[in-house]
């Protein structure tokens, strides 16, 4: 079974009946939990690692925090805080000061109001803007056909490399990224040395609400399948 291709998007069972969730639990022919306990037993040696066992004990620990009604049974649970609060929350469970902030120049109004919502809270913060210093797109290969502001004689690039650099020189414990566009978001991840989280993604359509065309995929956006 160890050549079958894990797919756990595809699993038919009831979330509770799973063998991911309980000893005893049902399983399809590709069920990476059933078929590759030897790979789990070799993440456990990297949770066994000082630095990394805190970080995944207090996310655990997080992610439980983040509901109300536990003692009324699963189907009763219900969400507790938004995701900038569990953002500070988990900042302040790992004793981490320095916040960085990789935003959109796109939601350099949103970037403003959770910097200064951060800073309220006692948080140092380092924020980078993607445009940050002013490189050409023409220095990565990409021609005038390919900007967005055509009546403009240069167009800087997103530069997810050098936010990453900034807060990298800045020495942030935790970076946080407000929209990133899809690639850059991967580059700056690629290159940070500070763990990062999500705040939010770039959805231009939708409003940073990417899920909504997940959401209306049997209506408004069939046209996905």
């Known amino acids: 079974?160890?050549?079958?291709?894990?797919?756990?998007?595809?699993?038919?069972?009831?979330?509770?009946?799973?063998?991911?969730?309980?000893?005893?639990?049902?399983?399809?022919?590709?069920?990476?939990?059933?078929?590759?306990?030897?790979?789990?037993?070799?993440?456990?040696?990297?949770?066994?690692?000082?630095?990394?066992?805190?970080?995944?004990?207090?996310?655990?620990?997080?992610?439980?925090e983040g509901y109300l009604n536990k003692d009324l049974g699963y189907e009763n649970l219900r969400a507790s805080k938004t995701r900038i609060e569990e953002t500070m929350e988990f900042a302040a469970r790992m004793h981490y000061k320095r916040l960085g902030i990789a935003f959109c120049l796109g939601l350099r109004n949103e970037a403003k109001v959770v910097e200064k919502i951060f800073l309220s809270r006692k948080f140092e913060v380092v924020s980078a803007i993607c445009k940050v210093g002013r490189i050409s797109k023409e220095r990565i290969g990409v021609g005038k056909e390919h900007h967005i502001a055509l009546d403009r004689a240069e167009e800087a690039m997103c530069n997810p490399i050098l936010q990453a650099m900034i807060l990298n020189t800045e020495k942030t414990d935790f970076n946080v990224l407000l929209g990133l566009c899809v690639g850059h978001d991967s580059l700056f991840l690629k290159y940070a040395e500070a763990p990062c989280t999500i705040l939010a993604v770039k959805d231009r359509m939708l409003g940073h609400n990417p899920l909504a065309a997940v959401y209306n995929v049997n209506s408004y956006y069939r046209c996905l399948k």
């Open 1 to 64: 079974m160890q050549n079958e291709t894990p797919s756990c998007a595809r699993c038919p069972f009831k979330a509770s009946d799973r063998l991911c969730q309980k000893k005893d639990g049902k399983a399809p022919h590709f069920c990476p939990t059933r078929n590759l306990a030897e790979l789990a037993e070799q993440s456990l040696k990297e949770y066994d690692k000082p630095s990394i066992s805190e970080f995944a004990k207090q996310s655990s620990i997080q992610e439980s």
